[in-house]
């Protein structure tokens, strides 16, 4: 079987009542392969039409345009204890054997991070109910900030606040539960000896999952929560894409710009965006121009009248914890234009950094 998959994000809101049907109806067939335990109009409301301030749907397809899996993410404005918050959720299910290449990791925290561009000064966290221990694992893996883990439990301000979220989103307490599991009814399709399996596990983070929510194979979820501050959101997408593509990418970018491929089509860009003004000075800059590979969240330290131009990727200009803008491909930034901001690449991004004209006309005088 191809491992071969397109991968095509929708906003459901932006469908007719007809395409949203349809639409419903496929992924609840694909859930269903997945998981049990849950009606076609529950996972409709849960899925595709929750009372979310913005919702963001990922389709995954084979390479004969099956539905394979999908994930969703939601954004939700709340009040809790007189303050208003920002809660991240969300809801994945693929098939066995196509989980690798959908890597709805890099959807939901790409989605994350979007909400949070879209509310910058909001309060943010985001509010998991995991019904698997794999599910729980993996994105421990990929973000120590999760709370509850095996080092760092859930403090009483912490489990306060859950409770109180959890109630919001219609999952109340179980007697004869902890509290931090919750009733969700999404059970995964596996057999007895896989389910044995994993209650077999010895690695650190599933035998914690497991005495947790001993009985998550019968519908019930461990909530999780994750703050949502930028340095958060940034180190869970940069492990969730990975690094080994972006070492690959950036050797090859290197050699690139080593054999001066690039330079052309630098000086182009200099004089289209208008930090030359001509074509000499743009050919200048350009030859003394040094490329960077930066994973998200890293900060980027540009010296004092240098100039970056985003080759590829997106940057983010912070202010504390707000967000006041963002830079994508083909434009440029400087400290002088942005001070007091703190430069961090929002995804995978590689720059072009010049030196300012003036200091470029120095380097070769």
Excluded at 22 to 48: I, K, N, P, Q, T
Excluded at 211 to 239: H, I, K, Q
Excluded at 294 to 310: F, N, W
Aim: proline content about 4%; charged content about 25%; glycine content about 8%.
């Amino acid at each position: 079987m191809s491992k071969r998959v397109t991968r095509q994000v929708v906003d459901p809101t932006t469908l007719t009542d007809t395409q949203r049907d349809v639409l419903c109806a496929e992924l609840y067939a694909a859930h269903s392969r997945v998981f049990e335990g849950v009606d076609a109009a529950a996972f409709r409301h849960y899925v595709v039409e929750p009372d979310a301030d913005a919702t963001r749907l990922l389709l995954v397809r084979d390479d004969q345009g099956a539905l394979v899996g999908y994930a969703a993410a939601h954004a939700y404005t709340c009040t809790v204890d007189g303050r208003q918050v920002l809660v991240g959720r969300a809801e994945a299910g693929v098939e066995r054997g196509w989980r690798r290449a959908a890597n709805v990791g890099d959807f939901v925290a790409r989605a994350l991070l979007g909400f949070r561009f879209r509310w910058p000064t909001a309060k943010m966290y985001y509010l998991g109910a995991f019904v698997h221990p794999s599910a729980y694992s993996a994105f421990l893996r990929r973000c120590a900030s999760l709370r509850p883990s095996p080092d760092h439990p859930l403090t009483p301000a912490e489990e306060s606040l859950v409770d109180a979220l959890a109630e919001r989103f219609g999952m109340p307490r179980v007697e004869g539960m902890p509290l931090g599991v919750r009733y969700v009814g999404w059970c995964t399709r596996e057999s007895s000896a896989e389910q044995s399996y994993w209650r077999r596990r010895q690695d650190p983070l599933t035998r914690h999952y497991v005495t947790l929510n001993p009985r998550f194979d019968e519908g019930y979820g461990l909530l999780v929560l994750v703050p949502g501050e930028l340095s958060v959101v940034f180190a869970a997408l940069g492990g969730l894409v990975g690094n080994w593509l972006t070492h690959q990418l950036g050797a090859l970018g290197r050699l690139a710009d080593r054999l001066g491929w690039r330079a052309a089509a630098s000086a182009r860009t200099l004089l289209e965006l208008g930090v030359a003004q001509a074509s000499d000075e743009a050919a200048r800059l350009s030859r003394h121009a040094r490329v960077r590979h930066l994973g998200a969240g890293q900060v980027i330290d540009l010296s004092d009248g240098e100039v970056a131009v985003v080759r590829r990727g997106a940057v983010a200009l912070v202010r504390g914890e707000a967000i006041v803008a963002q830079r994508g491909t083909r434009e440029w930034l400087s400290r002088e234009e942005w001070p007091g901001t703190t430069l961090r690449a929002a995804t995978h991004t590689e720059l072009v950094v010049f030196p300012s004209p003036s200091a470029g006309q120095a380097a070769v005088a």
